[in-house]
T-cell receptor
């Protein structure tokens, strides 16, 4: 079972560069999420997509954009990377709200 | 429980003993709770969940207890094994797409 797959696993960016993190789930889930995880802090929601065709801001959306490409795929784009965006990024999915969220393996992003 | 700064609280348990990991949640309106396990370099892994209309739920070697009066959640792991070593954190939800995650407790299993 693949579950939630995200790429790349590791990336180093220079300040001002752009990149897209890709995510796909094979559980036929309606809802997908992007979180970031920083030392000493709980997971923080960047954006979520309640269902195909919708996206909404989470707690920390500034500097990011998302695209729900189809039911399976949800991408996260950094248009102009900043050192403050150095973090571990997790994509996740759930069947709908108030149900268990299942996470991918993470993408380690360093912005220098 | 919740951590302060960059250093997670650590629970050290002898292999074979039972472990109890605690979490204080923030919102009395939260009605759904999840426990996750996160190994180093990996994504959070769902362990068990519980809804607010329950006080206790059991899984395979794990039990979650919910005390709504004091807003407290605990995860009990029976017969702790070396493979249980990880960071454990709780999540709460009050009926939206926004979950609140704790920072976690590191469980170390001593051989």
């Amino acid at each position: 079972n693949a579950g939630v797959t995200q790429t790349p696993k590791f990336q180093v960016l220079k300040t001002g560069q752009s990149m897209t993190l890709q995510c796909a789930q094979d559980m036929n889930h309606n809802s997908m999420y992007w979180y970031r995880q920083d030392p000493g802090m709980g997971l923080r929601l960047i954006y979520y997509s309640a269902s195909e065709g919708t996206t909404d801001k989470g707690e920390v959306p500034n500097g990011y954009n998302v695209s729900r490409l189809n039911k399976r795929e949800f991408s996260l784009r950094l248009e102009s990377a900043a050192p403050s965006q150095t973090s571990v990024y997790f994509c996740a999915s759930s069947e709908r709200s108030v149900l268990a969220i299942y996470f991918g393996e993470g993408s380690w992003l360093t912005v220098v | 429980g919740e951590s302060v700064g960059l250093h997670l609280p650590t629970l050290s348990v002898q292999e074979g003993d039972n472990s109890i990991i605690n979490c204080a949640y923030s919102n009395s309106a939260s009605d759904y709770f999840i426990w996750y396990k996160q190994e180093s370099g990996k994504g959070p892994q769902f362990i068990i969940d519980i809804r607010s209309n329950m006080d206790k739920r059991q899984g395979q070697r794990v039990t979650v207890l919910l005390n709504k009066t004091v807003k407290h959640l605990s995860l009990q792991i029976a017969a702790t094994q070396p493979g249980d070593s990880a960071v454990y954190f709780c999540a709460e939800n009050k009926g939206t797409y926004k979950y609140i995650f704790g920072t976690g407790t590191r469980l170390k299993v001593l051989a």
